[in-house]
């Protein structure tokens, strides 16, 4: 408690992360804190005026009355009581079963020729980056544009992995990214456990995942994503079934194609995409951000095309990129710049290298404070080692400070030249700023490999888990 008051990092440094990263999170902050607080108070039966109001304007009043007495939350109350989801339910059990009895006795009993393995490897590709590249990236977050050919192209591969529609899948991702692990509101949220957040929360009809799409304006005008959700259930058989076994059919094994790259591929890729929303919640570091439960996972990066570089991509949900660095595991975002090259997609959004890594440092500068406070915790003498690390922090500190001071002048100075009575004399002052720009960005470059060096000293790595 000490050094927080020596070193007086953590709040101002973190406000300045929040502003640089993506605002939702104060806001999946200010939820995941409502409820909370309503928790305390319906525990407490103190204030049964205020809970009434809450229940009422919540549209939970009955259930409210009732829950009064057994001092649940109404809404978790509603949740437990939520119905069985029956169509997604069969689906989501009978698939993976199926897959685990038929596959081994159809290869054990039948000569599975190359061409069907072939046919296996593309759909489980096409399946898996129309998810990530598509719905997510695409669809979800805008991240650039495409190429109608790519597009719909994309959308095909997505209504093979049969993960719902556009409407629907988007819907709910955008909810996640707004209330990140708010037990109430995330659709699938990693507090609940990693079942729910793998596949439970699809086998319940639960509040969190009905829709209302007033979230996806941009896509509920769209034709094609209105004949594809008007018509999902036809789209999905004729995809699956139809279209592999016209596959099977023109490469001389139907039966092959369909157990393979229809069942199989279908199972595989539903899970490696479950992945994202359970185990990327739960393993890994957190270099960018630890206002919610999203991890960076190179593993998890393998199955899911990339995306298990969670931790960044909650961080900054708008970049093209999750693997953000050039040599992190992100085949989705190699495919698109890959087709930006062909003009076939453009508008690429990108964080700025500087705004990274601020965010990586102000994130190192709490690892460094959570050290400081578990070795000062005790109150005894602490090591030497660790006295010298928290003088280095805290002089490492007041000077990241002031280049953020700096920083933060630049954007305002920048901001300022781009009004109108200043822009035709933009293009004279734009080279300075370029070179201002890379003097701060040089700066907490070296802040970063301060602290890497700080850390290296008392034997930990900077990255938080
Ligand atoms: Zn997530
Ligand atoms: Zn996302």
Redesign the pocket.
């Known amino acids: 408690m000490i050094a927080k008051k020596v070193i007086g990092l953590p709040l101002k440094g973190l406000r300045l992360a929040m502003k640089s990263g993506d605002t939702l999170i104060q806001h999946a902050g200010t939820q995941a804190l409502r409820v909370k607080t309503w928790l305390d108070t319906s525990k407490s039966k103190t204030d049964d005026a205020a809970d009434t109001q809450f229940a009422t304007t919540s549209g939970y009043k009955n259930v409210n009355a009732a829950s009064n007495d057994e001092g649940i939350d109404p809404l978790e109350l509603e949740f437990q009581k939520s119905p069985i989801n029956l169509v997604p339910a069969i689906f989501l059990i009978a698939t993976p079963i199926a897959a685990a009895v038929i596959t081994p006795w159809y290869l054990m009993t039948h000569q599975v020729s190359a061409p069907v393995w072939g046919v296996f490897g593309a759909f489980m590709v096409w399946t898996g980056i129309s998810i990530t590249a598509g719905y ?2 695409l669809l ?2 805008r991240a650039y544009k495409a190429h109608p050919l790519v597009k719909n192209f994309l959308l095909l591969g997505s209504t093979l992995a049969v993960q719902g529609s556009a409407f629907d899948w988007v819907s709910g ?2 909810t ?2 707004r209330h990140v692990d708010d037990r109430i509101e995330d659709p699938y949220s990693a507090q609940r456990g990693f079942f729910f957040s793998h596949i439970g929360w699809m086998l319940r009809n639960y509040p969190s995942g009905r829709f209302d799409y007033k979230n996806i304006p941009d896509l509920t005008k769209d034709k094609v994503l209105q004949i594809q959700h008007k018509y999902y259930g036809l789209w999905v058989l004729a995809t699956n079934v139809a279209m592999v076994a016209a596959v099977g059919w023109l490469i001389g094994d139907v039966w092959g194609t369909l157990i393979l790259a229809g069942l199989l591929r279908l199972v595989l890729t539903h899970h490696f995409t479950f992945f994202i929303n359970s185990l990327c919640h739960m393993f890994g570091t957190r270099p960018y951000t630890d206002t919610n439960s999203a991890r960076d996972n190179f593993f998890l990066a393998i199955f899911t095309w990339g ?1 298990g570089y ?1 931790n960044y ?2 961080f900054f ?1 708008y970049d093209y990129r999750n693997g953000v660095k050039w040599w992190q595991y992100d085949p989705t975002k190699w495919l698109i710049v890959g087709l930006s090259k062909l003009g076939l997609t453009s508008e690429l959004r990108t964080v700025d290298d500087t705004t990274i890594k601020h965010a990586e440092v102000q994130m190192q500068f709490k690892k460094a404070q959570q050290q400081i406070d578990n070795a000062t915790a005790n109150g005894l003498d602490i090591p030497h080692a660790m006295k010298s690390f928290q003088d280095r922090i805290k002089f490492e500190y007041d000077a990241f400070t002031q280049t953020v001071e700096e920083w933060q002048a630049l954007k305002a100075k920048t901001i300022e030249l781009k009004k109108t009575e200043f822009a035709d004399r933009l293009h004279e002052v734009e080279e300075t700023l370029k070179q201002d720009y890379a003097k701060v960005e040089q700066k907490i470059l070296a802040h970063n490999s301060n602290l890497k060096n700080a850390f290296r000293s008392i034997g930990q790595s900077p990255k938080a888990a």
């Open positions: 997510h990236r979800s977050h991702h955008r996640h990214h995306e969670h991509h909650h949900q």
